[in-house]
């Protein structure tokens, strides 16, 4: 009888530790991490396919090296736009619980960010790179596309298989996007710096950096055009 009331003991102990404890540690393990808080690799959620996404923009490499990732470019005249669709370079996609590709961006990019419980962003400040505007309003940014879809198609990606592209399209590893002004964005359109270039062109060494290193981790083609005019931009940078 003693023994039987001691192992019920036991067991009526270990169930009350149980219930405090492993509650607790499912909901830790369960809930949808904070893109600007905890995007350390154990709690990315399994298959996005990202490794390192960065707390901030990620800085392009610097101008010496970019200058040989130039120089190492393919120089082809554009591929035919026959077949393209946005479509095919599948984004918004959701990397961190609710929170898409655009709202991490947005997260990443601004100054007192809030979210509500859908991830969006609904008060912060943004300064907008391309044209030096300052916005509190989220829905005057657009995310860019440093290297636009059409562009990256006419340039190899029309070869590529639809995860390639979709990876292309939300990459946050490098320097492929960044929010700006709504107005800055649509402005550029799918254009290559030799025809659209930053109005601020205090970002013009930075610009240059960021499109060519992507062109160069894709393996993207340029044009004469365009290879011309990133060595012009580049020639903006600081010794």
Partial sequence: MLTNAWWRRVATTTALIAAV??????????????????????????????DAVPL??????????????????????????EGYSRAKFPHWINQYGKCDTREVVLARDGEDVKQDEEC?????????????????NARQLD?????????????????WTTPERRKFANDLVHSQLIAVSARSNRSKGDQSPDQWAPPRHAYWCTYARAWTDVKHV??????????????????????
Wanted: with cysteine; charged share 20%.
């Fill in 21 to 50: 404890v492993l509650p607790s540690a499912s909901t830790t393990a369960t809930a949808a991490p904070d893109p600007r808080t905890t995007l350390a690799p154990a709690s990315r959620p399994a298959g996005t396919g990202f």
């Fill in 56 to 81: 901030k923009l990620p800085d392009p490499p610097p101008v010496g090296e970019v200058r040989t990732e130039l120089a190492g470019l393919h120089v082809a005249k554009p591929h035919s736009m």
């Fill in 120 to 136: 969006r962003a609904i008060s912060g400040t943004w300064f907008s790179e391309y044209d030096a505007e300052v916005f509190h």
């Fill in 143 to 159: 995310i860019d596309h440093v290297v636009p879809l059409a562009n990256a198609w006419r340039s190899g990606a029309d070869t």
């Fill in 218 to 239: 894709y393996h993207l083609n340029v044009t004469e055009p365009e290879k011309a005019k990133l060595t012009e931009m580049l020639d903006t940078c600081a010794p």
